[in-house]
């Protein structure tokens, strides 16, 4: 009988996959059928869209792996990321965004009840929905898509601006295994120092920052070090800890005011090269010492801040890097692919890992026919 893996990320970027005997027959982006850009909340037609493809209705599907613990209800939910900075540059937004994440703490399962609710209207039973962790889908997104030998040990980062209380993960991998040797909490995050500086500069967050990334080539390299210098006084890498660490009292996910202090009156393009160059150097700096640490120099990326190709560029450089491959379209977009791995993995029966072949092609949702022009 055939093994069936729904794989949802039902976040921004909203998405899903299916899985058949480990081999990932199709995947699909929410935005792609509902029409509304970068969508966020559960995937009702991307599902709908891979049983389709597959031929099989909710009771044929072994699980339905969701690729977060947590997740806002909806009447909560900031979807339109420009509005929400504009808020959280506010006394009134900071005070919102200290009590949110307080009750993400406090609360593992948030959101739950209305997720399984989405799944059982949709033909699926609660006992076939399981909550995994965020970066755990990233981690195993870079890991299953990207590793060229099941049986070679990997080392695995994640980066992101945040996701179930972690903006990053240092991972070891191995023989289908995946095990977080460090975390970074979601107080003390790259990617949303990132997200905050594309949205003061009137830009949208969570979508814009390759703008900054353009332009930060056209900026002096004795400008982009002194903002850059700015950056590094904020957040820093520790490098025993194998994790960011900030230097300020209130969370990075309070910056927002901090952050528009900090490049106010500087040139657009300083700003742009100098937090350009204030992550390239956190990133090496993080991965050199992750390398140091486990001595594996064979890496794997996944996560929102690994969209930065220049970053990659920077670590694929290395010497101490024999070996760097990111996940195609690295954000939480391909969670619902790593994630139905990963749950593969664990309902497949025996040698399920090894049976998982990397990801061969990115051309996975519906085909395009000449009458669809």
């Known amino acids: 009988m055939a093994h ?25 982006q929410e935005e792609r059928v509902s029409g509304i850009k970068n969508h966020n909340g559960f995937p009702f ?10 031929g099989i209705g909710p009771p044929d599907v072994a699980q339905l792996a969701l690729a977060t613990l947590r997740r806002t209800p909806t009447g909560q939910r900031s979807t339109d990321m420009a509005v929400a ?27 739950a009840a209305e997720r399984i609710r989405a799944a059982e209207s949709l033909g699926f039973k609660a006992d076939q929905v399981q909550r995994y962790d965020h970066h755990l889908g990233h981690a195993a997104t870079a890991y ?5 030998d099941p049986r070679t040990k990997y080392l695995v980062v994640t980066i992101d601006g945040m996701g179930d209380l972690t903006c990053c993960t240092i991972n070891i991998a191995e023989a ?32 814009h920052e390759y703008k900054l990334m353009g332009m930060a080539p056209y900026a002096a390299e004795k400008y982009a070090r002194h903002v850059a210098d700015q950056f590094h006084a904020l957040l820093r890498v520790d490098e025993d800890a194998l994790r960011f660490r900030r230097s300020t009292w209130e969370p990075t996910f309070c910056y927002n005011r901090r952050l528009k202090d900090l490049i106010s009156g500087l040139r657009f393009d300083n700003v742009c ?44 450089e290395m010497p101490e890097v024999d070996y760097l491959a990111v996940a195609p379209s690295s954000g939480d977009e391909t969670m619902c692919m790593g994630i139905a791995w990963y749950a593969h993995t664990l309902t497949g029966g025996a040698g399920a890992a090894a049976g998982i072949p990397p990801l061969g092609r990115f051309f996975l949702g519906s085909d395009v026919h000449d009458d669809d022009a």
């Open 273 to 316: 090269a100098g937090l350009q160059l204030f992550t390239e150097d956190l990133m090496v700096q993080l991965i050199q010492a992750a390398i140091r640490k486990t001595g594996i120099r064979r890496v794997l990326c996944a996560g929102g801040v690994f969209m930065n190709v220049k970053a990659n560029k920077r670590i694929m």
């Open 144 to 148: 299953f898509a990207m590793r060229e």
């Open 45 to 54: 037609k991307s599902i709908k869209a891979c049983l389709d493809f597959a």
């Open 85 to 111: 900075f504009r808020r959280d540059a506010t006394l009134y937004g900071m005070a919102r965004r200290l009590a949110w994440s307080l009750g993400v703490r406090l609360l593992p399962n948030l959101g």
């Open 4 to 28: 069936y893996i729904l794989g949802v990320h039902d976040g921004h970027n909203a998405s899903a996959a299916i899985l058949k005997n480990g081999e990932l027959l199709f995947a699909i």
């Open 176 to 207: 289908g295994r995946i095990t977080a040797i460090a975390r970074t909490p979601f107080t003390d995050s790259l990617g949303t120092i990132y997200a905050f500086i594309t949205g003061a500069m009137g830009f949208v967050p969570l979508e």
